[in-house]
């Protein structure tokens, strides 16, 4: 049976706050573990942290998104070993290039997928700013060169990045569900035309959050038509800390991030639900 998995972003688990206090590894993941989220996403530039991480779920049988950000072919080696070694769900690749023409991308995408046949977990392309995809109709043209392309969508960098205005035109969403049409996995946050992370929980953002809710309900529907029957869909809980969140006069945030991101599970969990 075709399900959804819900992580929780160690990065988004950072404090950050005026205080300076900031809660250890092993208690954000114990938090993550009390919350009954399917596992965690994780930056693996620190292999020793990434063991530690590893090493903490796998008595729980939880699961693990590794990120990382090669700027050449040869820099994914070192993470597809590491992934293998601790296990992992899939490994995310923020391409941290900026070629100016397609061209330039093809023999780095080419060399990345190559290297992807050879491991046995899947290898997604995030969409994230700044970045090999910072543009949406950039990121048009290298599905339009690589069809099959399997994309992580992080659609709050095309929301702030094009700053669509609502609603959003026939034109825009065509584009977007091009987009998610393509993607095997999804990071979430809630982005306005302005800021690529909104409060969630205020009554007033509720136009932006609708509209992030549809495009991922699209998104299930989408990936249960392509996905085999036994496959799983990881959706990550990706409410990043400042400069990401929105900070008041006392330098913290507006509200309670680690409230949002369950408020955001249980929204993922329900679209989930609602298209099976």
Known sequence: ??????????????????????????????????????????????????????????????????????????????????CTEIGVHHLDIQADVRPRRIADCIPLLEGWRRLAEQVKFPVYLETHRDRMT????????????????????????????????????????????????????????????????????FPHHKVWLDIFLNWWEHGFKSWRRRAESNDSLAFVCELGPRPYAITGADGNDTTDRWHESLQLKAHVEALWNNTA
């Open 1 to 82: 049976m075709q399900k959804l998995v819900v992580l929780q972003s160690l990065w988004a688990m950072e404090r950050r706050h005026m205080d300076g206090i900031e809660r250890s590894l092993e208690q954000n993941v114990e938090m993550i573990l009390d919350a009954d989220f399917d596992g965690v996403s994780m930056s693996i530039s620190n292999a020793d942290a990434a063991r530690r991480v590893a090493a903490l779920l796998k008595p729980h049988g939880k699961l693990t998104e590794a990120q990382c950000f090669p700027k050449t072919v040869e820099d994914l080696n070192p993470a597809l070993e590491l």
């Open 134 to 201: 910072t543009d949406l109709y950039f990121t048009l043209d290298l599905l339009d060169c690589f069809p099959d392309l399997k994309l992580l969508g992080d659609l709050s960098h095309f929301m702030v990045g094009r700053e669509f205005a609502t609603p959003i035109s026939d034109e825009n969403q065509a584009h977007m569900r091009r987009i998610i049409d393509s993607c095997w996995a999804f990071h979430g946050r809630v982005a306005s035309r302005e800021q690529v992370q909104i409060e969630i929980s």
